[in-house]
């Protein structure tokens, strides 16, 4: 039985089928599955804040803890305005998926404020921040719940969480965030993790079918820390990107971009890739920005937000590989589309883990008031990748299973098995 009063919306109802279908695979019974899937904790919040103007507003913020049984509580807030009840529990989901399926010894979170921060001054985001930290703080902490960055917040929003919390306690704590700022104990390496860690899936998926990165002809949607990240990294192994696309449109070149200077060209003003006097614009406009996928291109990274690629997109997508940079990128009916076609997707809560993976390492230095060098930690996140990429093939092939059931299957035995351990309460 589920505990919706009303439909939920699309890719929550994807991952809780998901996990269904993984539950049945692993013939767990109907109260465990269900058990698993049921949030353990949803917070709704209130966010009043002063506007520089002095007048009032008030934005609505959550902060879902999906679940804690291997760990704390792990995952990013969003700030974007489609942030919802329901996707945030969904993206929770994924992060228990994804902490389980990487083996790292954490469960799964997803915070949000429905706000475009993008419409904030600086004041006013640090506001929302400190209030929403505030409004959540009692179920917070290095032992509990710890947030990142997502879509729309950075270091420095994770700066004002650690500031936040710690004038709460008492003391400086930065364990309970990870993605900060490098003088407040951040980890070498975190901004680039996600993108390194979807070049490796990449890389992997190539080479297990019998081919390489170099020359590869790569399209991405998203310009922001995944995607530039990806862009830039593919691009050092010899790959084509021959087009990129963000909120402002389609850049392409048969030739491959010049990723260097498009990387200049953003961090020095280009509000977006179309401004960037880069390649050639194909297309204009956000709603034009997944016609990138249309582009000929042998690997399609997705970075951008969920449910990108629907039946549309998936029927014009060119690749023959799809790595899913963002979270749920893929509508299931462009999954099932793609499948048929024989289109190789490497899923999300596998192929973005690099970014949690590098969390996961921040903590670690954190509880040991230690800071690695960036090889290192480039290292740990690169090979982590590389050990559960081949679990996850291995299982795939030995089960006939896609990439995505594979994982999900792996994600909910890790789960299920912790809960089977620890016994039920009372
Ligand atoms: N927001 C990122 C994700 O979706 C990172 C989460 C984290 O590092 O806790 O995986």
Not at 166 to 171: D, E, N, P, R
Not at 233 to 255: C, H, N, R
Not at 285 to 298: A, E, H, I, Y
Request: glycine share 12%; charged share 20%.
């Amino acid at each position: 039985m589920t505990t919706h009063d009303h439909a939920p919306d699309k890719s929550l109802e994807s991952i809780e089928y998901r996990m269904r279908e993984a539950g049945r695979w692993l013939k767990l019974e109907d109260g465990v599955i269900e058990t698993l899937i049921a949030p353990r904790r949803v917070l709704e919040v209130s966010i009043p804040i002063r506007r520089d103007d002095g007048t009032r507003v008030r934005f609505t913020g959550w902060r879902v803890q999906h679940n804690i049984t291997r760990g704390p509580a792990k995952g990013g807030i969003r700030y974007h305005p489609s942030v919802n009840r329901d996707e945030t529990v969904s993206l929770a989901v994924a992060m228990s998926l994804k902490t389980a399926l990487m083996n790292l010894p954490l469960g799964g979170a997803k915070g949000g404020v429905a706000v475009d921060p993008k419409l904030l001054s600086e004041h006013e985001l640090e506001r929302v921040t400190r209030r929403y930290v505030s409004e959540i703080f009692a179920f917070l902490g290095p032992d509990k719940d710890v947030p990142a960055p997502d879509v729309g917040t950075n270091a420095q929003v994770m700066a004002w969480v650690m500031d936040q919390y710690s004038i709460g306690i008492g003391h400086a704590v930065p364990g309970v965030v990870t993605g900060k700022p490098l003088a407040l104990g951040g980890s070498l390496g975190r901004d680039s993790a996600t993108g390194r860690g979807v070049v490796e899936a990449a890389s992997l998926v190539c080479q297990a079918n019998g081919t390489s990165l170099e020359g590869k002809r790569i399209v991405i949607q998203g310009f922001g820390n995944v995607g530039m990240w990806a862009a830039r990294l593919a691009a050092g192994w010899g790959a084509k990107i021959v087009g990129v696309s963000d909120v402002g449109g389609v850049i392409a070149s048969e030739k491959g971009l010049d990723v260097q200077a498009l990387v200049r060209a953003t961090q020095s003003g280009a509000t977006s890739v179309v401004d960037a006097g880069i390649g050639e614009v194909v297309a204009r406009g956000v709603q034009n920005s997944t016609k990138v996928f249309s582009l000929p291109s042998d690997i399609a990274m997705p970075c951008a937000l969920g449910g990108a690629i629907d039946k549309d997109e998936a029927t014009a997508l060119a690749a023959k590989y799809i790595i899913e940079g963002a979270n749920g990128p893929l509508t299931p009916a462009a999954d099932e589309l793609l499948n048929d076609r024989g289109v190789i997707v490497v899923p999300d809560i596998y192929a973005n883990a690099g970014g949690v993976t590098c969390s996961y390492l921040e903590q670690c230095q954190n509880y040991a008031h230690l800071q690695w060098d960036e090889d290192e930690v480039n290292a740990s996140v690169v090979n982590t990748m590389r050990a559960v990429f081949k679990r996850l093939h291995t299982f795939s092939q030995e089960n006939g299973l896609t990439y995505r059931a594979a994982a999900s299957v792996l994600g909910v035995k890790a789960l299920a098995d912790a809960h089977q351990l620890r016994g039920l309460h009372p």
